[in-house]
């Protein structure tokens, strides 16, 4: 008997979750898609189902939070005014990384999933970095205001995905790293 599309579904999302975890245990090279297949209980040819190759799992573990930043940075480039699109920018991508806590982990910790997405990745559209960078520091791009934003996006990243932040519930963290971010960049505080 044939699985169906669900149990299809299921098992290609128990593979990204297991390989995500093996990632940030081993790191992207040291994950070997055997590894893989053994946590999870199935053989490799049932991972070679699903994905050709690590770098295709790579891409695909990475992809949710690529594709949501990709969101909030085309939302954010459309807004009129600068203040709005840096508001809206810092909170799409404060909300990412909480999000994806794990993965930013990743990014932030392992050469290996920024070489195995470059081989794909590599459009000026798809420079997350360029074009978050763009907006945040804008056209009038002194020394100071770059450096801030630099800070803001890598502080952010880092803190967010750090360990020893692991227990802390997702609103607080998103709370605190919006608060930091503000500060860095300029921009007013929130009153709730």
Same mark, same amino acid.
């Given at each position: 008997?044939?699985?169906?599309?669900?149990?299809?579904?299921?098992?290609?999302?128990? @593979? /990204?979750? &297991?390989? /995500?975890? !093996?990632? &940030?245990?081993?790191?992207? $090279?040291?994950?070997?898609?055997?590894?893989? #297949?053994?946590?999870?209980?199935? &053989?490799?040819?049932?991972?070679?189902?699903?994905?050709? &190759?690590?770098?295709?799992?790579?891409?695909?573990? #990475? $992809?949710?939070? +690529?594709?949501?930043?990709?969101?909030?940075?085309?939302?954010?480039?459309? !807004?009129?005014?600068?203040?709005?699109?840096?508001?809206?920018?810092?909170?799409?991508?404060?909300?990412?990384?909480?999000?994806?806590?794990?993965?930013?982990? !990743?990014?932030?910790?392992?050469?290996?999933?920024?070489?195995? @997405? #470059?081989?794909?990745?590599?459009?000026? $559209?798809?420079?997350?970095?360029? =074009?978050?960078?763009?907006? /945040?520091?804008?056209?009038?791009?002194? +020394?100071? =205001?770059?450096?801030?934003?630099?800070?803001?996006?890598?502080?952010? #990243? @880092?803190?967010?995905?750090?360990?020893?932040?692991?227990?802390?519930?997702?609103?607080? !963290?998103? $709370?605190?790293? @919006?608060?930091?971010?503000?500060? +860095?960049?300029?921009?007013?505080?929130?009153?709730?």
């Amino acid at each position: 008997m044939a699985a169906g599309p669900a149990t299809q579904e299921d098992t290609r999302t128990r @593979l /990204l979750a &297991t390989a /995500l975890r !093996l990632f &940030t245990e081993h790191g992207v $090279e040291g994950t070997s898609l055997q590894m893989i #297949a053994d946590a999870l209980g199935v &053989t490799k040819a049932a991972v070679y189902y699903h994905f050709k &190759t690590k770098d295709e799992i790579v891409e695909a573990v #990475a $992809e949710p939070g +690529l594709r949501e930043l990709g969101q909030v940075i085309d939302e954010a480039s459309r !807004l009129r005014r600068r203040g709005a699109r840096i508001d809206h920018l810092l909170t799409g991508f404060v909300d990412t990384v909480v999000r994806h806590r794990a993965l930013v982990a !990743l990014f932030s910790s392992d050469p290996g999933i920024a070489r195995a @997405l #470059a081989r794909t990745w590599t459009s000026p $559209e798809e420079n997350f970095s360029v =074009r978050i960078l763009g907006i /945040l520091v804008g056209e009038e791009s002194d +020394l100071n =205001r770059m450096v801030a934003a630099h800070v803001a996006v890598a502080g952010i #990243a @880092l803190a967010g995905g750090s360990p020893q932040f692991a227990g802390v519930d997702d609103d607080t !963290l998103r $709370e605190q790293l @919006l608060d930091v971010g503000r500060r +860095l960049l300029g921009r007013p505080r929130r009153v709730s």
